[in-house]
């Protein structure tokens, strides 16, 4: 069982920057993947970011390619994402997840966090 707990989330002009982080709870952090997502009010959940287990590959939607970052610290159970040149359209809540596989579906995650809401102004 792993718990999730997401931070950093705020309102940010466009332009602007904000680190969202990601503590989980337990001892086998390692071994999961760790991904990022979005969802936006009135639309689906989408893939943002995902990590693998030993931070070695990182994967991103074409929307954040270039502006988003995501990375890891085993030792300290927490995943990041580090967000820059934001715009209106990264408005959503992120929610960050852990699973088996290092994916940008969904459903092949086990665990997610509570969300963080992100706002970016015009």
């Known amino acids: 069982q792993v718990q999730l707990v997401e931070s950093g989330g705020g309102l940010v002009q466009a332009g602007g920057s904000l680190r969202l982080s990601c503590a989980a709870s337990?001892?086998?952090?390692?071994?999961?993947?760790m991904g990022w997502f979005r969802q936006a009010p009135g639309k689906e959940r989408e893939f943002v970011a995902a990590i693998r287990r030993s931070g070695a590959s990182t994967y991103y939607a074409d929307s954040v390619k270039g502006r988003f970052t995501i990375s890891r610290d085993n030792a300290r159970n927490t995943v990041y994402l580090q967000m820059n040149s934001l715009k209106p359209e990264d408005t959503a809540v992120y929610y960050c997840a852990a699973g088996g596989s290092y994916s940008s579906t969904p459903r092949t995650y086990d665990y997610w966090g509570q969300g963080t809401q992100v706002t970016v102004s015009s």
């Open positions: 337990g001892r086998t952090f390692s071994s999961y993947a």
